[in-house]
């Protein structure tokens, strides 16, 4: 193994990117990938299929933390918006994943790269939005939300992410969601979604990877769970006219490293 894959570098690692995505709300998976491909040397797909283990351990550890802000009750209420996502979301990660197996690694990077420099203007035009009337009702608002969330889940298997940078504006805005409920509306989302674009990406080789870096998987992954509840402790010391141009410009330079990843 590396010398870069130690435990010391990987918790450390997922702590900084952990408390980085806990700042914004958010687990910090899209930090994360580029990490596991220029610092620590995953070829594309394998650091992919890394970073959604990842994600997924991450999200799994949120719920219950979530659940002191927003009762699962008042979640349960809202199911027509999970369902309407879900129908979506889950059919675009099983495609997103079967699309990233037959990528070529050049390919995957490339993809990485230009959805990165998305993600990156999703922090610094959508992330604060605030809630209002529904942009759609009716059949419309269902239509919208199943491309919506099909558009996600795509998204999230290609990167590993949980994808709530996309489902929290998404709930906000398509659904007139209070952007506290949308955060925990997007978990119920994100975690289904993420279970069925692991199921596919399991009958590929390159899941291997994990059992042959379980090690690094679970310090990784405590790390970034540590980090993420630091970073939601110290939220709100940082002005976002700072922390999202900042962030934002972190992620087009981690595009950029990855494009010309070889």
Known sequence: MPENRCGVAAFSSGATIGALGGLIGLGGAEFRLPLLISLFRFHGLEAVILNKAISLIVVASALPFRARTVPLAEIAAHWPVIINLLAGSLAGAYAGAAWAIRLKTATLYKIIAALLVVISGVLLFAHDVTANAPAFTGVPLVVV???????????????????????????????????????????????????????RYSRDRSFGVLRANRGFLLVMALGSIVGTFIGGLLVGLVPSSILLPGLAALLVISAVKVWKHH
């Open 145 to 199: 939300g199943v491309v919506a969330g099909g558009v996600i889940g795509v998204i999230a298997s290609l990167l590993g992410v949980a994808g709530g940078e996309f489902l929290i504006p998404t709930l906000v805005l398509l659904f007139g969601a209070d952007v506290k409920l949308a955060g925990s509306l997007s978990l119920a989302v994100s975690l289904p979604t993420m279970l069925v674009g692991f199921a």
